[in-house]
């Protein structure tokens, strides 16, 4: 199985615009997000997909490989899926360009569903870890998944849930944004219309669940850090020390 990773890279975030290009350590967050995923050594190819003339010099100076993205996209799976279009793989991972602190084991696990998977009924996977703090439970930059007996996804959502209406101590997961595709599931992705729930949510996991797929959940006990605001680099900075 021939598995590669993508990492959009898009520079005008809206809640955090260049935030791949601050300090972290010493070195840009996306370059951190590169190094990472590159040193797992799973992946035959490592590409950052950006739309951003000094995110491409950045990578390419590192001795990396950018692609530079044409057009505009509604979410990085969008721009990944541009991109891969003439590129050979089997299994497609999305890592975003704000998780410098991804780990190999996670990787590692999540391509495992491909590989277990020998009838291919598995087409996205996606990881998740649990949350206990109820601070992170309410942030709604904290994307909380809840999943079947199966640990297939049912809903993502920025709101706190389940919702504990009779019972204490209900399990609360959340979502990490790496995706692992099938290249063809990839392809296909952007060609579905996003709907009204991925609409309100602002989630790109959620058009999948739209359209009557599955996503199968891989747990993890990694946190990380995602850098979505200002706070989150501080968290960085500070983790990274």
Known sequence: MKAIAMIPARYAASRFPAKLLQDLGGKSVIQRTYEATLASGLFS???VVTDHQTIFDLIQE??????????????GSDRIAAAAAGLSADVIVNVQG????????????????????AQ????????????????????PNAVKVIVNLKDQALY??????PYPRESSGVPYCRHKGVYAFRKEALE???KMLMGP???AEKIEAIRY??????????????????IDVPEDLEKARSAWK
């Open 197 to 199: 729930l991925e609409k």
């Open 209 to 226: 669940l739209e359209h009557g797929h599955t996503i199968q959940m891989v747990r993890t006990s990694h946190r990380g850090i995602g």
């Open 156 to 161: 993502f959502s920025r709101a706190p849930i």
């Open 98 to 117: 704000d998780e410098p602190f991804i780990d190999t084991e996670s990787l590692r696990d999540l391509l495992a569903v491909f590989t277990a998977d």
């Open 45 to 47: 190819e490592v590409y």
């Open 120 to 139: 291919k009924k598995i087409s996205l996977a996606s990881l998740m870890y649990p949350i206990s703090e109820q601070e992170e439970i309410d942030n």
């Open 188 to 190: 296909a992705f952007p």
């Open 62 to 75: 590192m001795g990396g490989t950018p692609i530079m993205s044409q057009g505009e996209f509604e979410c």
